[in-house]
């Protein structure tokens, strides 16, 4: 049984005199045809589901790696956010220490990544957000497991949700082998969260196992065909696609990009294969080009994802004229 209600907030403000003027508002009226009441829906977040313990798998832990050169490449970072629906209602971030159960939070400075308050954001003062930065935390506390912790009021309920353990180590290639990372900048509102990142410059990353690359060059020509069957080229456009493919995800990895990665105005991959054809995939810009089929099984609830992406910049091209 779900005894689950969502919450409805009542301003029983009275505007039965708001449009008379003063002289004429009667303050001991017993009689009144209409009073006006103002109710704001809030939803409440959904519970979370319990499998049973038959069901269930390891966590997955994230390898999260920095250094001390502030290379964007070598210093992993990830983004948490939230968007109050009431003024009055708070949120708090936490980083955790899964060694020793120390904390910090986004108070503290911005040693630790960057900080947006409620009020900071200019046209949206009911968003908040933390990006922390992994180098900066390996710089400041040291390797270990951490995750990050969200605990924040709806209608004066409290909720509390964490991310998955990042292990944080030093940058090393031996170490970011056999990965991939996935970052995004977000704009615009997503619907389903009702969250506005407009004008946030929120920025997020993840860095799981997998493989980027396999470009495959598309290519269109125009030509202009004489009388004589003489053929002249007139341009050249080259469109390339490339590949990603993960290592088996569990499902509270794969909807981080379904739900959050694949929505991102700008798309950068970083490929660390060392054994990749090409060592160009840096910071490297992509657009979203479609889902080339997650691959599910029967006896395993991991997946694996499969997207295909294109140039971020058509500039490939060649005119004569």
């Given amino acids: 049984m779900n005894n689950r209600t969502d919450f409805i907030e009542l301003d029983l403000t009275d505007y039965t005199n708001k449009c008379l003027p003063p002289e004429k508002i009667e303050t001991n009226c017993t009689q009144r045809e209409r009073t006006i009441s103002e109710a704001l829906y809030v939803k409440l977040p959904d519970e979370a589901i319990n499998p049973d313990v038959n069901f269930k798998e390891c966590c997955y832990n994230i390898l999260a790696l920095g250094d001390s050169t502030g290379r964007k490449e070598r210093n992993d970072f990830f983004g948490v956010y939230h968007q109050r629906k009431i003024s009055s209602d708070s949120c708090q971030f936490i980083l955790e220490n899964q060694n020793n159960s120390n904390t910090v939070n986004p108070n503290d400075g911005n040693q630790y990544g960057v900080y947006k308050s409620f009020g900071d954001i200019p046209g949206n003062s009911n968003f908040t957000y933390w990006i922390v930065n992994w180098g900066k935390v390996l710089t400041e506390l040291g390797k270990g497991a951490y995750k990050i912790i969200k605990t924040y009021t709806v ?47 929120f920025e997020s990353s993840i860095r799981v196992g997998g493989f980027f690359g396999r470009r495959e060059p598309k290519m269109e020509q125009d030509n202009i065909v004489y009388k004589n069957k003489k053929v002249n080229q007139i341009s050249v456009k080259q469109q390339n696609t490339y590949q990603l493919q993960t290592e088996l995800l569990p499902e509270c990895i794969t909807s981080i990009i379904f739900d959050l990665f694949i929505f991102a105005d700008e798309m950068f991959v970083n490929d660390y294969n060392l054994v990749n054809h090409s060592y160009k995939y840096i910071n490297f810009g992509v657009v979203l080009e479609k889902n080339n089929g997650t691959k ?25 004229f």
């Fill in 155 to 201: 209608a004066g309920i409290e909720y509390t949700t964490s991310t998955p353990i990042f292990n944080v180590r030093e940058f090393d290639y031996l170490f970011a082998d056999k990965t991939i990372r996935y970052d995004i900048k977000m704009n615009g509102l997503l619907e389903n969260e009702n969250v506005d990142f407009t004008d946030t410059n």
């Fill in 296 to 320: 599910y099984y029967t006896q395993n609830r991991k997946a694996r994802i499969n997207l295909l992406f294109n140039d971020r910049f058509t500039n490939r091209n060649k005119y004569n």
